[in-house]
């Protein structure tokens, strides 16, 4: 199971759980939320791996483009030099060559550009999802915590009756 899941899971056990009279507490299962705030703390890395692999596979697309820029390069020096026996034909090539190293490093440019927004989406996604996941944990938390508190409040005194039985 991924980690959104298991903090949908986590938000339906909150949001079913019976409510305190006059409260805006619930009575939640403390094993089983400590359980799925558990086993979320665990599918993390498993998503901060997933995360790591794609920023490997830009990192190869990346690489593959820059690779295919160089076969243009050579593939127009190549041709540059097979075309230097004449003056006219020596300067077409010397100009073709120079187009095609600007379009590959234009195209390569381009790719490395696209794989740097790819990889910032995917890892503004990956924050939202975290950043998340850590609000809902906070907010668990917090609710056990306020009814770890109200139980063991001590009983409030009643002023009413002090004041009652001080006038008779």
Do not use: W
């Not at 019976?18 to 400590?34: D, E, G, H, Q, Y």
Request: aromatic residues 4%; glycine residues 2%.
């Amino acid at each position: 199971m991924d980690v959104q899941h298991r903090l949908a899971e986590l938000v339906v056990l909150i949001e079913e759980a019976k409510s305190m009279p006059l409260s805006a507490s619930c009575i939640v299962n403390r094993p089983l939320v400590l359980d799925l705030i558990d086993e979320i703390r665990h599918l993390l890395p498993e998503s901060v791996h997933r995360a790591d692999a794609l920023l490997a596979d830009s990192e190869a697309v990346v690489l593959e483009g820059r690779r295919e820029a160089s076969r243009i390069i050579d593939r127009a020096r190549a041709d540059a030099d097979r075309l230097t026996s004449e003056h006219e034909v020596y300067l077409a090539a010397v100009s073709e060559a120079q187009a095609l190293r600007s379009e590959a490093e234009s195209e390569s440019d381009r790719m490395r550009r696209e794989t740097d927004d790819y990889i910032d989406a995917k890892l503004a996604t990956f924050e939202i999802t975290l950043q998340k996941s850590l609000q809902i944990v906070d907010r668990a938390r917090d609710r056990l915590r306020g009814q770890i508190y109200r139980e063991l409040a001590p009983e409030p005194p009643n002023y009413v009756d002090e004041l009652y039985d001080e006038r008779r």
